[in-house]
């Protein structure tokens, strides 16, 4: 690759993050978390009882796997094992542990077990083409609450947790890229909550202290808010949703059979995502590949039915768990690469296609996703669970735009500087916007989408590693560093351009502190990590 600028501590932050999969992450977290909250029940700082926490613990995980498993089964349907550890992670934090030494509480561990299982069932029952609407923990507990058995009291919102809970947190935060998310709904939360507090004679800082250590708003918004299922696709939404929830958490009501939960304004929540969004998962069916480099192929896969995308957005595909098992058996990977059989890739075909292609880093060595791809045969089905991202060009045709790709970061690009799906080879693109696009590459070889590119009517600046010369309707832009003056000499109208970055983390970083050094106003970014 193109020599480029990055920032240590964040490069290794990304690399060891990009191990794994937002779904790991969290589940390892939560872990963590469950560990650490043991180790303050030892140490008197919890007061629970530790053969209570065990047995709360493993209530929570036992009930919501083998429910998960079984209704998995019965619904035909794979499993996904780690979406249910996470479930039952989550509820071990929402429910109190039932106090063994006042005697067998049947209601509390009843209503906990049911809270379970119908975290398990909301996954099928509460569900549109396969694709849950509400957040299966909160759902449970909920409709657990109901019943009067038991309710949640999301006891980790304790002071000695949140020195645990916050870096965890942001952890998460920092690697879903939701941070602005949160902070809109920790603001709103915080500002509702505090105000309360404040009227009720407290001083701020201990207005402040309460809020964040006894009430349940970084848990919220850090595992269960920004789960990517019941999420919009689009940024403004998230942000505009996450206004919404903050007040439905913190405003105090009481309808009479129900009042304010944070549970139930995550459920509304997921209501008002559900009615933005691409609805219900879609049912792919293999159709081929093909090599776009030495080190990149593009997959193709048929849907069975219309998918509604934006040039640009990204597809979550969920992997047969068989190929994934299959590829772990081999020697040296029999634990896999851990990040399991969810992975996101930009889509490279345009809307109203009949087929959607994604492209995809295949050089060794590759995860065990790519190689469950890899190994796919015409025919095969997998599911579609999610279109998402705002990594689009501007609706004014008018705007002026700089397209930045370092490597494999070309895919997002595609869709959009392709013509009609109808059009014929020999046509050129209909694009009616003013197009740079800069290309990081190492060599001639390694500029996938080349003749795609050529039909695109778009002005292409190719900069190769190893010095060589780009195809004959690229501009050479030579071989050296991109930084802000080499960026600024490539393109001196920058400054009235909007900038897209795509590639690694670290590609984006550096190429981004270029974009804004040579002037220009709006940077959008799309960081390919962990898959």
Known sequence: MTAITTTPLGSRLDTALGRLTMYRLVLWVLAVLAGYSLLLNVLGWLTFGLPEMLAHLALCLGLTYASSQGLAALFHVRPHTESSLITGLLLYFLFWPSQLTQGLQVAE????????????????????????????????????????????????????????????????????????????????????????????????????????AQRPVLFFVGFMLTEPLTLPPRRWQQLALAAVVGVLFAVPYNLGFVANSPELALLVGNVLAFAAGQRGAVRLSFEGSRPLTPTTTEFSFRPERPVRFTPGQALELHLPPDKARENRTRKGDAMGDGKGIRRVFSLTSTPGAPLLTIGVGTAEPVSSAKRALLALAP?????????????????????????????????????????????????????????????????????????????????????????????????????????????????????????????????????????????????????FTGY
């Open 109 to 212: 561990i009843g209503g906990v077990a049911l809270a379970c299982v119908l975290a398990s069932a909301s996954k099928y029952a509460l569900a549109w083409r396969g694709r849950h609407i509400f957040n299966p923990a909160a759902a449970g507990a909920f409709l657990a609450g109901l019943t009067g058995l038991n309710i949640a009291t999301w006891w980790a919102a304790t002071p000695s947790m949140l020195w645990l809970v916050l870096p965890g947190v942001l952890l998460v935060l920092y690697r879903t890229r939701k941070v602005t998310m949160a902070a809109i709904f920790t603001v709103v939360a915080v500002s509702i909550v505090a105000a309360d507090l404040l009227r009720a004679g407290l001083e701020l800082p201990e207005a402040l202290w309460q809020t964040f």
């Open 379 to 527: 025919g095969d089905g997998l599911t579609a669970t999610s279109v998402s991202g705002d990594f689009i060009l501007p609706r004014d045709p008018a705007t002026p735009v700089l397209l930045i790709a370092a490597g494999i970061g070309i895919t997002p690009y595609m869709g959009q500087l392709a013509g009609a799906p109808d059009a014929e080879p020999d046509e050129t693109s209909a694009l009616d916007r003013d197009v740079v696009l800069l290309y990081l590459a190492k060599n001639p070889e390694e500029l996938a989408y080349a003749e795609e590119l050529q039909r695109s009517g778009a002005r292409i600046l190719a900069r190769l590693a190893d010095g060589s010369a780009p195809p004959a309707f690229m501009h050479n832009a030579g071989a050296g560093r991109i930084d802000a003056a080499a960026l600024k000499e490539l393109v001196p109208d920058i400054g009235g351009r909007e900038v897209f970055v795509s590639g690694s983390p670290a590609s984006v970083r550096s190429l981004r502190a270029a974009a804004r050094g040579a002037g220009a106003r709006r940077v959008h970014v799309d960081s």
